[in-house]
């Protein structure tokens, strides 16, 4: 999400076409069998090596979940296991929520994509550099509205959830993220106000790049949020409540939501650095990153975003499939070669690769499919690590995935 702990390169891997296999058909399930175990032992061993204290791992098609299982310990000092159903924030994945959610708005006819955006806020935003160009709902959507994350973003966009200190030797890594006391919750539409209205308390020109809005790509937490809230705003509905009704509900994705008040408590993971326990956070600005869910209910999700794309979703209609994988910008608005981005997810055109990456304290997560086989992967983790191998076993894991 803000400051990721990991710096994700995402590693992706070309898939090889089936070939023709004349084997009779016992033989072909014995070997697939034995495929599978070696995958496993596979997996085994990279969780064995000790760098992370549990995960989550799931492959899947348009035929459904193939492959999925948790690994380690969602509390290690009370030895409870991390499981497929181990709930945990899933940072910036959420925004492909926000996206989804997006795109169901304009078939609802609640919002058109390059309306400007305050035709739907009670509050004006206005890039003060370009005051008379107007910020659209797709420029929030492809992050190019020329809002930014500042430092006083990050200085208040996260809360403390229960008060508890962070470890001393932890606060220099980790302090940012706590220190916000828990009374300092107020709604996302009250938070984004203070930043973002030109009389709100928390407002900085600098929010603002000095570019106007549409010509270049840059990454936009606050600009995330701003497009959950005007989809609160045209459906007249919490956006929690309208993701909820129209995404979760239809996917069975029933361990997930935006609180912890939606959520059972007793199956969240606790958050690691290394061996150490990280408090829990709330986070303000929370549709651009505070999903709460499970490799489980993650793995419906992708599931219906493969369908989308193959034509068959059930969520979103075809049009709107269509819009949110469409390559929305121009080459020129990016500086990374082969990379675009349709609404709130990333596309590795090199790769055939479409997807998300996530990292906030004590959590790091991955998803993606592969345009060409239809099978996609998921990983959940709640450990940051320092050690030497971590980015190793990080990839090993990610990789093994291939194997299945």
């Not at 990016?334 to 596309?347: D, R």
């Not at 004590?362 to 191998?389: P, Q, R």
């Amino acid at each position: 999400m803000k400051n990721i702990l990991f710096i994700f390169l995402i590693i992706l891997s070309v898939s090889c076409q089936d070939k023709k296999n004349d084997k009779p058909a016992s033989q072909i399930e014995k070997t697939k069998d034995l495929a599978d175990r070696s995958f496993i032992k596979k997996l085994d061993s990279l969780y064995d090596i000790g760098v992370f204290n549990g995960f989550s791992a799931a492959v899947v098609d348009t035929t459904g979940i193939l492959y999925n299982q948790g690994f380690g310990y969602a509390d290690v000092d009370n030895r409870a296991k991390f499981t497929e159903n181990t709930i945990i924030n899933i940072a910036s994945i959420s925004k492909v929520f926000v996206g989804v959610a997006l795109l169901k708005a304009e078939e609802l006819s609640l919002i058109d994509l390059d309306d400007p955006i305050n035709k739907y806020l009670p509050f004006e935003v206005v890039n003060p550099n370009f005051p008379n160009e107007p910020i659209t709902v797709r420029q929030l959507a492809t992050h190019s509205s020329s809002i930014i994350d500042t430092d006083m973003y990050m200085q208040t966009d996260y809360i403390n959830k229960d008060d508890v200190d962070i470890a001393e030797n932890l606060k220099e890594k980790y302090g940012l993220y706590y220190q916000n006391p828990s009374k300092d919750w107020v709604p996302l539409s009250q938070y984004l106000e203070k930043l973002l209205d030109k009389g709100g308390a928390l407002y900085d020109a600098s929010t603002f790049a000095n570019r106007k809005p549409g010509k270049v790509y840059e990454y936009s937490n606050i600009g995330t949020a701003l497009c959950a809230l005007v989809i609160e705003y045209a459906s007249k509905q919490p956006f929690n409540e309208f993701t909820k009704e129209y995404i979760f509900s239809p996917l069975d994705m029933s361990s997930t939501g935006w609180f912890f008040e939606e959520v059972d408590r007793a199956k969240y993971s606790k958050l690691y650095y290394d061996d150490q326990v990280l408090p829990y956070y709330k986070i303000l600005s929370y549709p651009d990153g505070g999903l709460i869910t499970c490799s489980t209910d993650l793995s419906k999700f992708l599931v219906e975003l493969i369908k989308g794309y193959s034509g068959k979703g059930t969520i979103l209609n075809t049009d709107s499939y269509n819009e949110f994988f469409k390559s929305q910008l121009k080459e020129k608005a990016f500086k990374k070669a082969n990379y675009n981005v349709g609404i709130f997810i990333e596309k590795e055109l090199a790769y055939h690769e479409i997807g998300h990456t996530g990292g906030d304290p004590g959590t790091n997560t991955l998803m993606y499919f592969n345009t060409e086989t239809k099978k996609g992967k998921i990983l959940i983790l709640n450990t940051d690590s320092n050690k030497e191998n971590s980015m190793d076993v990080y990839w090993g894991i990610w990789k093994t995935l291939d194997e299945f």
